[in-house]
């Protein structure tokens, strides 16, 4: 069997395959997020755990020998580890708001264009550069503590390995990776005043590192490779290889992702190219702060269950009857289609008669356009598809498909852990058919008619953005 381990931010998966690609079974255990004030911090030696944990259900639930493994996992945020590779402070994620003062700053003096221009990364305040830079001014033991500022996976794998610390081309491209050479850009360390701790920087591994597992979690000797990070893995996992083909990963995280071979760093600095395994070709990447979060958000707050989501979907109207939602209800603002660190969701339309089910599609319908822009800034020209939790609900991806205005190929299971099978397989010379692996189980057509009024609706949509983003920056 194949084994794909994702390590997400609140959910730790592992997945196994057989050769054609057909789910075997799944392990899953949740991890903590602490959150307070902005900060959002993760124990790294819990994440590592649960990571054992699934790994060793899995293999006992699947008997059969691990021909190799894949990792990928969250990206962004800052894991410090010293010199034995164990950590010296909580992670940071990369929803943490704390550095937001910041990217305030680099956007006001034109370090945030600047960077933009050089690398394609549009910072945020939850991305290395802002919490590497926040760190050295607030914590600087933390960092002088420290050998290595790593991606989560990157942890993972060496815990996994006992492999040198490294990190892929994908998570390295923000925001000190020049997209052009594959290298670290030392003038982008030097804007954030990077420069005295440009060694904690992991060596970028291109093409993506190799070992053999240490015994925890999978068998001894099994071989694994530290893949690219959760976003570019769903784009494998889904097919979307073709330049203009384009994902929607409708989780905790709403992402847009467009396969492109062109760099434009002209334009409104935001977003982020990602590089893949095949040099000059990126992934435009557009993801959007906050996806099913916001949906959760709002079910927790009304006492709506998960499971009456598709009834509410169905029994209210296209438009919620007059209640929007701005569904940008991260602690950090927003980071795609554009960078606001102040922007805040938004309800309108509301009054004694609305409805849980109002609410609710209102809800579906903010995050449905906030999609929408989000792929057009990416440049989708060709076919789209949809993974992550979202689409559990066949009635919010109807919605999606009418919203979006364009059918929707539906790839199902385990996306991101079978991304990172396949780029293990592509890495060690494991022929494995790519086109089966990632066949889509549904092709969803929008209506007609609720795309023509959901098309409306986007001009709204986007009319009343452009004064909230005014508003957040009074």
Known sequence: MYVGIDVGTSVVKAAAFDATGRQLAVESRPV???????????????????????????????????????????????????????????????????????????????????VFRRTGSAMFPGCPGPLLAWLDGREPEALDAATAALYCKDMVFQWLTGAAATTDVSDASMPFLDPRTRTYDDRVVELLGLTHRRGLLAPVSDPVATAEARGEGLPSGTRIANGPYDLPACALGAGVTSPGDGLLIVGTCLASLVATTELDLSGEPAGLYISTDRPGHWLRAMPAMVGTAALDWVLSTTGVRHEEVDGLLAGTPPGAHGVRVLPYFAPSGERAPFVEPRLRAELTGISLESTRGDLVRATCEGIGYAARHCLEAAGLTGSLAVCGGGTRSSAWTRLLADVLGRPLRVVEGEVGARGAVLAAAERYGVGLDAVAWTKPTAVVEPDPERAAFYTRGYAEHLDRLSQARDRARQ
């Not at 190799?68 to 909580?90: H, I, M, N, S, Y």
């Not at 940071?92 to 600047?114: C, I, K, N, P, Q």
Request: net charge negative.
């Open 32 to 114: 903590g997020l602490t959150l307070r004030d902005g900060v959002v911090e993760q124990d790294m030696e819990e994440v590592y755990g649960e990571v054992v944990a699934v790994l060793g259900a899995l293999t006992s639930a699947v008997t059969e020998p691990v021909e190799l493994a894949g990792l990928t996992g969250q990206g962004d945020g800052v894991w410090l580890v010293d010199d034995e590779g164990r950590p010296v402070r909580p992670a940071a994620s990369w929803m943490d708001g704390r550095a937001h003062e910041l990217v305030d700053r680099w956007l006001a003096d034109g370090t945030f264009e600047t």
